[in-house]
């Protein structure tokens, strides 16, 4: 299941190629997925919470938070004298994905979350 189409995603002002916005939004999910362990599965599909998930991709993808779609991040460049840096994005998607799912991790020593079956 994907977490933001590619029509809902040009809705929201989205302009990559269908082809390079299913690979982002692959790498987003799997970066939520990861993040949360997976817990997002025991969401009914009329939960709240996609509509959260939805924004949450979209920014990923617009923000560049989940690297460059061709593999060839840079850090750093340089060229006859001229040097050129990057600002790195490591831990922005995590900080972004907190932001948008807090109830998913630690605050204040416990941890929320769903409790599915018990």
Known sequence: MQYLTYPRYQELGGKLSEQDFNRAEMVARMK?????????????????????????VFEL??????????GKDTTSESNDGRSVSYESNTGRADNLIKLYLPMFFSQGGITQGRVVRV
Do not use: C, H
């Not at 990861?34 to 949450?56: C, G």
């Not at 993808?61 to 061709?70: K, T």
């Open 61 to 70: 993808i617009i923000r560049g938070y989940l690297g460059a779609l061709d």
């Open 32 to 56: 939520i997925d990861a993040m949360t362990f997976n817990r997002l599965q025991s969401y009914p599909v009329d939960d709240p919470v996609w509509e959260k998930i939805e924004y949450l």
